[in-house]
């Protein structure tokens, strides 16, 4: 019996059955079942893996099985996707793979081992491209095929041509929808000013972050410089970036963050204000992400307040600044149609009605943050979702709502001065789009809004 295969079954029920996240769950079950290092890796590609691919398995295990997965039981349902990822997307041998999923439908669902059997023998038989192609014949609009092939929900990829489109990149919506099928590389930010140590000291510079690397065992070198390094994609440290970098810091400058957890950008505005002698708060909502954003900026002396409220009911003078602050940074809650690479199940989870809600949210954040800055302070807006109702939909009603006391900042001016190397960045400046199949990083959305009066 194959420990491995076992833990990931497990896991993909949890998701399945109590809306668990892959990404907490399965460190828990690797250690509580003791996997070796190897199985370990290899519970960690078969979860991931076939919670990603699982709208595409489905649909190569309806032609095999020659019926509907509304049909199978939701737990053989399971044995069959986790063999489907084994047997057309890993090089785990056809035996191997059959054998161990049967083994494993024999311990929880004996009465479907022969139907186990048979369905992954039939898959089997077809290489993994003949099966891409059987599937996408079975597709009657280019959408459903697009959806079928790259495992997306197709409500997902209307939303995901629509915000390629409007930022100029109609025709990457493959390559976008294929790179997030691919586990990230664990990214790395060394917090400036903390230490000596470069990003280049400590492993290889990221393209475009002064502070972001990767290594060969980032988690040792994490626990190796106590809090000066941490993990963090390369596109949210440039969003931190481009609101502590837009302009000159002056000392006694007045921050706040004000969705702050779980506190990765925190940790990097905090050690750019204290650079800058700048003051820093911090607020979020729900109390658990606080303590996680007192334990991410633990390691940066600076005495930084966090509060735990709703950002929408603000008092700034309680927050020691009567006068308003001078940047804020709103790290809007969204959808995280941006990082569906880093949370496998979270394509199938997300509705088309969540939309709605995030961005009238969204909308009554940007009015909350408007009102706490002072005239001439900077607003940056961040998302790490590009759809166009949480990005450029939520500007475009903020600037109705506050006319001209508001003004756009050439943000893609800032990212360019911020990045190390030369950046792509398309659109008319006063926003930028990151993407994953574009930059390697989240698909983040940042705009710099200035406060005029
Ligand atoms: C995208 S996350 C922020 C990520 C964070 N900036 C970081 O880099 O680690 C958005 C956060 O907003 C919080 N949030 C949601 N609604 C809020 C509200 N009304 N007021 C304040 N925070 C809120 C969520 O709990 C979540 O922690």
Redesign the pocket.
Known sequence: MSPARIVAHEVLGAVRDDEAYANLLLPNRIERSKLSEADAALATELTYGTLRLSGYYDAVIEIAANRSVAQIDPAVLDILRLGAHQLLATRVPTHAAVHEQVVIAHRVAPQAAGFVNAVLRTLSRTDADEWKTRVAARAKTEDARLAAVHSHPEWIVRALRAALDRDERAGELEALLAADNVSPRVNLAVLPGLGDETPADLGTPNTYSPLGFTAERPIALVGAHEGRVRVQDEG?QLAALALTRAKPVEPGERWL??????????AILATEALAGDAVLVA????PA?TELVRRAIAGVPLDVPVRTG???DLEIAALGSPDGFDRI?L????TGLGALRRRPEARWRKQPTDVPALSL?QGE?VDAALRALRPGGLLGYVT?SPHTAETHGTIAAARKRWGDRIESVDTRAVIEAVAEHPIDVRGDGSTVQLWPHAHGTDAMFIALLRKTS
């Open positions: 949210s963050d004000l969705c702050a957890g779980p506190g990765g950008k925190t607020n979020e909502l729900v992400r709703d950002g929408r940074l790290d809007a809650p969204c949210l954040l790490c």
